[in-house]
């Protein structure tokens, strides 16, 4: 009896315990949003960072894709987001996503360019507990006087 209370606490306890607490990092999930000042479709020279634009992060249910989690953040002055995530969201597809934007004339989202997916989970091989969304982006009411030439380079480039 006594040799198999030692196997027990020795073998035993500890894998349960190690199953049951809870990840020791939360992830970091971060990213940026932009204003389209050109009304491109992508980030130009001419694109300017959104501060305090507000972000939430969504999992969903892979199969039913019924939200199971959900918490918002707000870009710094460099309009930059950083989300703390303590859960492991292993079978659910994961985005982050443009909420609003506080800049009136920069506050219609674009679409395509309205979320990012991101992986959260331990099981995939990646090491680390950053994990980095796409940048995202709102576009301008009307584009800059300057983006029509702006514009003109960037298709002089691609030819």
Do not use: W
Request: glycine share 6%; hydrophobic share 35%.
């Amino acid at each position: 009896m006594g040799r198999l209370l030692i196997l027990f606490t020795l073998c035993v306890l500890p894998a349960l315990v190690t199953a049951t607490r809870p990840a020791r990092n939360p992830f970091i999930v971060q990213g940026s949003v932009y204003c389209d000042t050109c009304r491109a479709g992508f980030e130009t020279s001419a694109t300017t960072c959104i501060p305090d634009a507000k972000v939430r992060l969504e999992c969903k249910d892979r199969d039913s894709l019924q939200l199971l989690y959900s918490i918002e953040g707000v870009t710094d002055s460099t309009g930059k987001y950083k989300i703390l995530v303590a859960d492991d969201h292993e079978d659910q597809l994961c985005d982050a996503v443009l909420v609003s934007s506080p800049q009136g004339d920069c506050a219609t989202v674009d679409p395509g360019r309205d979320r990012a997916a991101v992986i959260l989970t331990r099981y995939n091989g990646i090491i680390s507990d950053n994990r980095f969304a796409n940048s995202m982006g709102f576009l301008k009411d009307q584009p800059l006087s300057e983006c029509t030439q702006l514009l003109k380079q960037y298709q002089e480039e691609e030819e």
